[in-house]
């Protein structure tokens, strides 16, 4: 350490605020505090990016906007691909953008057994109201719906299964939402307004610990990166808000020896992908993604259209590709799906010996087996009566499936863990909150249990799998905690 | 023009790669070498993001992958033909084992991710069967 600072510049920065990542829990707690006259720094290992020019879920965006490039497993029963976002903007820059609010059930059931205070419908829902002014959360151009979602819908009314259309966060509502600046992604929202107060943001600027003592952040230490040159900042802050997401937050935590009920949990919604080939050709590469979730099996499974390149559909392929190489031919006639679940299993996050690299664990329960088993069940009925011809779903030596009979099996069978190829873009509860002491991490509305002035304020204070897409929930929940802390520190310490 | 490799790791990722990727379509001609040096990069670039616990097992597994084919052939991967080298890449691929199969099957899907969307692949399938709509509907006619 001492070797590697004599090569670093240094550099010492004071600030009031300092929040540490800028994606949907980031961002608004940024633009947040300084809107209410704080100074505020952000934080951001990633790059900024102009995503105004580059289609973000192209193998360039990979590379640009990706933790890892996309490389990061989760180890368990089963291996699953995980995603997240590392740029100005977080995972905002790379997902659907599809919106939900947080289901009331999630609401009563975090309010029991977390012991969460002061959570209702109501309230939370006028969180709501305020961020999705900024948002623009609107659903798609009738126009503009693809026909691999118009085939989704169809098979759904058919089997007359409940069946909704999710609004998204975008500004082009005739383009994808991965489109060049369709998306109204924190980089294009929350960020600028921040700005605009006079936020700080230091990009290509990680965080590597937190010093602290007495139950207080005495400083942060980070490693800020240009082509030339690498600085070691050190950032003293009166409030530090950590929103890194739900496994870098844990990992900064743990790394700076801050472990209460850091880690011990991590809840997922793992997915199951499908390719459906239809006789007719979809050219599907074309469509933004099918907007609408079968809702029937909500909140256990989930079923939906997914982004489709020929590249992701020879991705799916992968595992029988002796067997499928050939249906690539096929690919204008194909288009794909998931079946995703709340999973019921549970995961950890730790720190990889000697490296300090997160290592994410999760074990599938037996009852995530059966539900994506039932679910490829479900999905497969579902587009058979679309008009599918064949199905490919990504389970190893079960190529594909030409009929129902086929399919049904699964209703009563699960597929082996070892045969399932899944993947997830959710990931929380690694820093529970809620007033109980025993299992969170964070109280109500996000401050660290044995701290004065540190703060979560991401997907991993979300206290267990919410079963619809998070960037609602994260941005209202980061509200909050904002506006607490507004409310607590008023007429005290802010700058006039 | 061939990529330099930093390593002898990334040799070996580029020879796999070269005999993972389906058949090219046909007419691609001076392209060819652009796709492939372009999926070769993508590759080791994808390889080179691993978390390091990870990386350094992964590279180590690839070594064994080419020597391993000492055991079957004789040879070392590096210096099989190009029907052995396929040969070879299906055995592990069909394995019983999982850690063997996963070898493969993490190249195969970076490789063939890059290979579908580099825009001169996409273009030239697009366009065929674009052509083979076209003839099939003057059949019907």
């Not at chain 1, 991590?266 to 979809?282: D, N, T």
């Not at chain 1, 994506?372 to 779903?393: M, Q, R, T, W």
């Not at chain 1, 401050?447 to 929930?473: H, M, R």
Request: charged letters at 20%.
């Amino acid at each position: 350490m001492k070797t590697m600072k004599n090569n670093y510049r240094q550099e010492k920065i004071n600030t009031q605020i300092l929040v540490i990542g800028s994606g949907a829990g980031g961002a608004v707690t940024a633009a947040t505090l300084a809107k209410a006259g704080y100074s505020v720094v952000i934080l951001e290992e990633g790059e900024r990016i102009d995503t105004n020019t580059l289609e973000t879920h192209s193998t360039e965006a990979m590379k640009l906007l990706y933790r890892n490039r996309g490389m990061t497993p989760i180890f368990g029963n089963t291996t699953i691909a995980y995603v997240e976002g590392c740029c100005v903007g977080g995972s905002t820059e790379i997902n659907s953008a599809f919106w939900h609010r947080t289901p009331e059930d999630c609401i009563n059931r975090w309010t029991k057994k977390y012991k969460v205070k002061d959570l209702s419908k109501d309230s939370l829902y006028k969180l709501f109201n305020e961020v999705e002014k900024d948002l623009t959360i609107q659903y798609s151009d009738p126009k503009s719906i693809s026909r691999s979602s118009s085939l989704l819908k169809k098979g759904a009314e058919e089997l007359n299964w409940s069946i909704q259309e999710i609004p998204r966060a975008q500004i082009k509502i005739e383009n994808s939402q991965f489109a060049p600046g369709a998306k109204s992604s924190m980089s294009r929202t929350f960020i600028p307004a921040a700005i605009e107060h006079g936020v700080k943001i230091l990009s290509n600027s990680k965080a590597i610990k937190i010093n602290h003592g007495n139950g207080r952040v005495t400083s942060v230490l980070a490693v800020s990166s240009d082509k030339d040159s690498k600085t070691m900042l050190t950032i003293e802050a009166e409030h530090v808000f950590i929103s890194g997401g739900a496994v870098q937050t844990p990992t900064l935590l743990l790394k700076s020896n801050i472990n209460k009920n850091i880690g011990q949990s991590i809840f997922i919604h793992p997915m199951l992908k499908i390719a459906a080939m239809f006789e007719e050709s979809l050219d599907s590469h074309k469509d933004p993604i099918p907007i609408y979730q079968i809702k029937e099996f909500m909140p256990d499974i989930t079923i939906g259209g997914s982004v489709f390149t020929p590249g992701f559909l020879s991705m799916l392929f992968c595992d029988n590709w002796t067997l499928n190489a050939t249906a690539m031919e096929k690919w204008q006639n194909m288009a794909l799906y998931y079946a995703g679940i709340t999973g019921k299993g549970i995961g950890r996050i730790r720190l990889f010996p000697f490296t300090n690299e997160p290592f994410i664990s999760y074990r599938l329960s037996k009852e995530d087996q059966s539900n994506l088993s039932k679910g490829l069940a479900y999905i497969s009925k579902l587009l058979f009566k679309s008009g599918a011809k064949k199905l490919f779903p990504a389970v190893r030596n079960l190529p594909f499936l030409e009929t129902q009979n086929e399919s049904d099996y699964f209703l009563n069978n699960v597929i082996p863990f070892q045969s399932m190829s899944l993947s997830t873009v959710h990931a929380f509860s690694s820093c529970p909150m809620g007033e109980d002491e025993d299992i969170c991490a964070v109280n109500s509305f996000g401050k660290t249990y044995g701290f004065e002035n540190l703060y979560i304020s991401d997907a991993s204070i979300i206290p267990d799998a919410p079963g619809v897409n998070p960037q609602g929930t994260i941005m209202a929940l980061a509200l909050r905690n904002a506006k607490y802390f507004l409310e607590t520190k008023r007429g005290g310490e802010l700058c006039q | 023009m061939k990529p330099e490799y930093k390593c002898a790791s990334h040799k070996l990722i580029s020879e796999i790669v070269i005999a993972l990727l389906p058949e090219y379509p046909k007419g691609i001609s001076e392209e060819k070498s652009i796709v492939e040096n372009a999926v070769i990069d993508f590759v080791i670039g994808q390889i080179e993001a691993l978390p390091v616990y990870l990386r350094f097992p992964y590279k180590i597994a690839l070594y064994k992958f080419n020597f391993f084919s000492l055991f079957v052939y004789g040879r070392t991967f590096l210096k099989l033909g190009k029907k052995r080298k396929s040969n070879y890449i299906k055995m592990w691929s069909d394995s019983p084992l999982k850690q063997m199969r996963d070898v493969i099957k993490l190249l195969r899907s970076c490789a063939l991710l890059q290979y579908y969307d580099h825009p001169v692949i996409l273009n030239m399938i697009s366009t065929k069967n674009e052509n083979h709509e076209k003839q099939l509907q003057t059949r019907k006619n």
